[in-house]
């Protein structure tokens, strides 16, 4: 299954990128596997293959899944205890993972990883409509140049809807973030390209 994740890793000369992801992962069947699958152009999949190593973050706040999908902003982090990377300070838990494998046929790769170390801090209460929302909102705004632009902003306004009526402080200013984010985003996309049958991270 897809678990929703902030996954951290580490460049040669120490900077710190956090991405949005969805990793293969089932606690109940498989707890100590995780598989990655960043794409081959990505500051993740580069920093995984040469470290060998990343930091899979729970977290439940999606203003950092919003800022994290447009850019990399620096977080408060803390160093990981087992692996060279950080944990991000307000991740609810986190799995510090080693490469097992690394699959780099294009355009994604597939990273097969062992949980190496894990920690939590704090109980993981879960998502509502508008997180979920949020999270579906962050994904279309990695896509902005693969989608068709009536296409976008058709789906902001559904998932809008969903915000207003389920959201608090948090996934209100989420949602706004990336609506603008989608909005200046979407002159630019070609009209041509088709709606996505399946989602990605």
């Given at each position: 299954?897809?678990?929703?994740?902030?996954?951290?890793?580490?460049?040669?000369?120490?900077?710190?990128?956090?991405?949005?992801?969805?990793?293969?992962?089932?606690?109940?069947?498989?707890?100590?596997?995780?598989?990655?699958?960043?794409?081959?152009?990505?500051?993740?999949?580069?920093?995984?293959?040469?470290?060998?190593?990343?930091?899979?973050?729970?977290?439940?706040?999606?203003?950092?899944?919003?800022?994290?999908?447009?850019?990399?902003?620096?977080?408060?982090?803390?160093?990981?205890?087992?692996?060279?990377?950080?944990?991000?300070?307000?991740?609810?838990?986190?799995?510090?993972?080693?490469?097992?494998?690394?699959?780099?046929?294009?355009?994604?790769?597939?990273?097969?990883?062992?949980?190496?170390?894990?920690?939590?801090?704090?109980?993981?209460?879960?998502?509502?409509?508008?997180?979920?929302?949020?999270?579906?909102?962050?994904?279309y705004a990695t896509r902005v140049h693969m989608l068709p632009r009536e296409f976008l902003l058709g789906e902001l306004d559904r998932l809008q809807v969903i915000v207003d009526k389920t959201a608090g402080?948090?996934?209100?200013?989420?949602?706004?973030?990336?609506?603008?984010?989608?909005?200046?985003h979407a002159d630019q996309v070609d009209a041509a390209v088709g709606a996505p049958g399946t989602r990605t991270s």
């Amino acid at each position: 299954m897809i678990i929703e994740t902030i996954v951290t890793t580490m460049s040669a000369d120490g900077i710190i990128n956090c991405a949005p992801m969805g990793v293969e992962w089932d606690p109940d069947t498989g707890a100590d596997a995780i598989v990655l699958k960043p794409f081959l152009d990505t500051a993740t999949y580069k920093n995984v293959a040469a470290a060998r190593t990343a930091v899979v973050n729970l977290i439940d706040d999606v203003r950092i899944f919003a800022q994290a999908a447009i850019s990399n902003p620096a977080y408060d982090t803390v160093p990981a205890t087992r692996v060279a990377g950080a944990v991000l300070v307000d991740a609810c838990s986190w799995r510090e993972v080693e490469v097992r494998s690394i699959d780099s046929t294009p355009p994604r790769s597939r990273i097969e990883t062992v949980v190496v170390h894990s920690g939590t801090r704090r109980e993981f209460i879960g998502f509502n409509r508008a997180r979920h929302a949020v999270l579906e909102t962050a994904i279309y705004a990695t896509r902005v140049h693969m989608l068709p632009r009536e296409f976008l902003l058709g789906e902001l306004d559904r998932l809008q809807v969903i915000v207003d009526k389920t959201a608090g402080p948090r996934e209100f200013a989420a949602m706004a973030l990336l609506a603008d984010y989608i909005r200046a985003h979407a002159d630019q996309v070609d009209a041509a390209v088709g709606a996505p049958g399946t989602r990605t991270s």
